[in-house]
């Protein structure tokens, strides 16, 4: 029993790696909150998907999104919230279990072409707004800009080659 419990650890690990391998997202860190954020079109417009990933820190019912590029630009996004959740589990240490929470929390912020244009100059800073506080992250080289760039690109790319 305990073999078959940890190779279901292992099997759920792995597919986790190969799936998300694919998957075309950019993830950052930051006070122990994990961001993940993809790019989607709807009907005719674009949205970045952003899901946060941390044990105290959730998305506003209609959060924000500043970005400031390294050109000092500032692109103000508007959002909708896809999903609030939590996964609890429990950690066994010697004879005590000690129960974790992880808060995901996923929301759509709505994008014009020419935003996207301008993330390709790269992000300097990023502010979502979230509950307990605001989640803020300063890069020194561009992590995430010219990825959501290359990433509606290929959306656009998929939707006029169809």
Not at 32 to 53: E, F, L, P
Not at 95 to 116: D, G, Y
Request: hydrophobic share 40%.
């Amino acid at each position: 029993m305990k073999y078959l419990f940890r190779l279901i650890i292992v099997a759920s690990i792995l597919f986790t790696c190969v799936s998300s391998s694919h998957a075309q997202n950019v993830r950052y860190s930051s006070d122990g909150c994990s961001i993940k954020c993809s790019v989607i079109k709807q009907d005719s417009a674009y949205y970045i998907i952003a899901t946060a990933s941390s044990s105290r820190m959730f998305f506003l019912h209609e959060p924000t999104m500043k970005i400031r590029t390294f050109n000092n630009e500032v692109i103000a996004l508007k959002g909708v919230v896809i999903n609030n959740g939590s996964i609890s589990a429990g950690i066994v240490a010697g004879n005590i279990v000690m129960p974790v929470t992880e808060l995901k929390s996923t929301a759509q912020f709505s994008v014009t072409p020419a935003q996207f244009e301008q993330l390709n100059n790269g992000v300097a800073k990023v502010r979502l707004s979230m509950s307990p506080q605001n989640h803020e992250r300063t890069f020194k080289k561009d992590k995430i800009g010219k990825k959501l760039y290359q990433f509606y690109l290929d959306v656009k790319d998929k939707e006029e080659n169809f």
